[in-house]
Nanobody, 125 residues
Framework: QVQLVESGGGLVQAGGSLRLSCTASGRSFSNYAMGWFRQAPGKEREFVAAISWRGRSTSYADSVKGRFTASRVNAKNTVYLQMNSLNPEDTAVYYC??????????????????WGQGTQVTVSS
């Protein structure tokens, strides 16, 4: 059974930065694509970013492209989401998720079967 634990959320002013971390346990982390999703109040959970199992490719939602960067350190079983130039529309609960084995940076939510508990990101104007 895999466990994913996010950290690094918080309150930040518009224009600021945060780095989210997600550490996995219970499975061979390095074989799996990893994704970041977010859910704002009253909205569907949406794709934010993904990174392939080797970390060689990434994909991003148009709304965060150029501002957010996904990365991973397989030796630490950890994936990161660096978020810069944050704006109030980025306010949401952010979730990391484990995707398919030996996969590229897929953005299909249904392909992610294991999820963390989420971390709140609040951006004030």
């Amino acid at each position: 059974q895999v466990q994913l634990v996010e950290s690094g959320g918080g309150l930040v002013q518009a224009g600021g930065s945060l780095r989210l971390s997600c550490t996995a346990s219970g499975r061979s982390f390095s074989n799996y694509a990893m994704g970041w999703f977010r859910q704002a109040p009253g909205k569907e959970r949406e794709f934010v970013a993904a990174i392939s199992w080797r970390g060689r490719s990434t994909s991003y939602a148009d709304s965060v492209k150029g501002r957010f960067t996904a990365s991973r350190v397989n030796a630490k079983n950890t994936v990161y989401l660096q978020m810069n130039s944050l704006n109030p529309e980025d306010t949401a609960v952010y979730y990391c998720a484990m995707g398919p084995e030996y996969s590229g940076a897929t953005y299909y939510k249904d392909e992610y079967k294991n999820w963390g508990q989420g971390t709140q990101v609040t951006v004030s104007s």
